[in-house]
Each structure stands twice: as structure tokens, then as C-alpha cells.
């Protein structure tokens, strides 16, 4: 009988040191799996505060450049004011459409019109005229850059390039103008 208690006791001893190594493994693993899981955690919340960093930055950024452009644009309606006088809510009232029509910003009408007009000005030309004719070649330079498939602002340059004598950017746009021409008009 002895043997019989002593081989009990062995096989639950035995079944006991399995138990516990069972629950020690498990619980190993539930201990890693947790660690793994407050890493991710961990790695999810640093994910989310740099997201976060990211759109702040984006909406800071975003504000100062509004805050630039919305400059710039009241600078190009002073000169604009300047260089056209009484003629400017006219070529300003343009300026607003002008996006949509030629593909320039307002800025970039109003600013290319503004360079036009100070050519204009200096030749002699009266700031009603000199309006006009701003208007018509920035909307000739929507035309030649549709055309010519280029940026509006690069045939904007192209021209008034043109106007102060250089005549090759003018050849780019299919714009031939030489003295023997000149002469001949």
C-alpha cells in the first residue's frame, strides 16, 4: 500500500507540475502578448500626436499663406490704383473673372495688367487707354498660352518682353516681328 500512496502521490505531483507549467506558459505568453500590445498602444498614441503635429502644421501653414496672398493681392490693387488712376475699379472688376477666363489668379491678372500699364503709362498713353489696352493683351496672353499649351503668366512675360523690343520669346509664341515688318506696317 505504500508503494500504491507513494505512486499517487508521485503522478499527482507529476499532474500538478504540469498544471502549474501549463499556467506558467500561458501565462508567459499572455504577459508578452500584453507587452506587445502596450507597444502598439504605445506606437498607435505616438502615430496619432504626430498626426496630429502634422495637421497643425498644415492649417499654420495654410493660414500664413492665405495671410501672403491676401498681401500680396492688396500691394498689386495699390499699384494697380497708381498705374491706372480712375481706370482701376475697371481693371479691378476684370481681375476678379480673371481666373476662370484665362486660368491666372487675380493677383497674377491684376499684377500682369499693372506691368502692361506701367509700359503704357511711360509711352504717353492716357490711364483709360493704357487700361484697356492692359486688359486686352493680359486676355491675348490666356489666348497664346491656351494655344501654345504654356503657363498664362510665362505668355503674360512674353509679350511685354515684346513690347520693350525683344522679339525672340515672341517667336515662341509663332509671333514674328522684325524692323523690315515694322517698317512695312
Excluded: C, H
Excluded at 513690347?163 to 520669346?169: A, F, I, R
Aim: proline share 1%.
Amino acid at each position: 500500500m505504500a508503494s500504491k500512496e507513494l505512486s499517487i502521490l508521485l503522478t499527482a505531483k507529476d499532474m500538478a507540475s504540469r498544471t502549474i507549467g501549463g499556467v506558467t506558459g500561458k501565462l508567459d505568453k499572455l504577459g508578452s502578448v500584453s507587452a506587445k500590445a502596450g507597444r502598439g498602444m504605445a506606437t498607435l498614441g505616438r502615430n496619432i500626436a504626430l498626426a496630429g503635429a502634422a495637421a497643425a502644421a498644415g492649417v499654420a501653414s495654410f493660414v500664413v499663406v492665405g495671410i501672403k496672398n491676401a498681401s500680396d493681392l492688396a500691394e498689386t490693387v495699390s499699384k494697380s490704383g497708381v498705374v491706372f488712376g480712375q481706370a482701376s475699379a475697371k481693371v479691378l472688376a476684370w481681375s476678379k473673372t480673371s481666373a476662370e477666363a484665362i486660368g491666372l489668379s487675380q493677383n497674377a491678372a491684376l499684377g500682369a495688367a499693372a506691368t502692361y500699364g506701367n509700359l503704357f503709362v511711360s509711352m504717353g498713353l492716357a490711364a483709360g487707354k493704357s487700361a484697356d489696352m492692359s486688359v486686352a493683351l493680359v486676355n491675348l496672353a490666356g489666348d497664346l498660352a491656351s494655344f501654345n499649351n504654356i503657363d498664362p503668366s510665362e505668355a503674360a512675360e512674353k509679350l511685354r518682353a515684346g513690347l520693350t523690343g525683344e522679339s525672340e520669346p515672341l517667336k515662341s509664341l509663332g509671333i514674328n516681328i522684325n524692323e523690315t515688318i515694322i517698317k512695312a506696317k
